[in-house]
């Protein structure tokens, strides 16, 4: 039998985070949450998901600075990130695309 693939959620919002969790365990996935871009840094080095969704909008790293960060990183460029954001502008779709 296969391991769960694990995904690390992270948003600032506890809410968010659990909702967004509780639909991946549903689904089958084991979950790992931060609740800030510092966080989630050291969750991807101890953990190593294989997949993150990640809020834009955090205090302190932005989603986008997490992601840039993740993508400089020989280890950590490979694993697939989902911007989770409640901004619906067009400027904040096309800035996630380029990370």
């Avoid at 993740?70 to 694993?79: G, S, V, W």
């Amino acid at each position: 039998m296969t391991e769960a693939a694990k995904v690390l959620v992270v948003d600032d919002s506890a809410l968010q985070t659990r909702i967004v969790g509780d639909a991946l365990r549903t689904g089958g996935y084991q979950v790992n949450a931060a609740n800030d871009g510092e966080e989630a840094s050291r969750v991807v080095t101890n953990w190593q998901p294989d997949a993150i969704v990640l809020d834009v909008v955090m205090p302190g790293l932005s989603g986008y600075q997490v992601c840039r960060a993740l993508r400089q990183e020989k280890a950590t460029a490979h694993i697939p990130v989902i911007m989770l954001t409640t901004r619906g502008d067009i400027e904040a779709k096309v800035a996630g695309y380029g990370e």
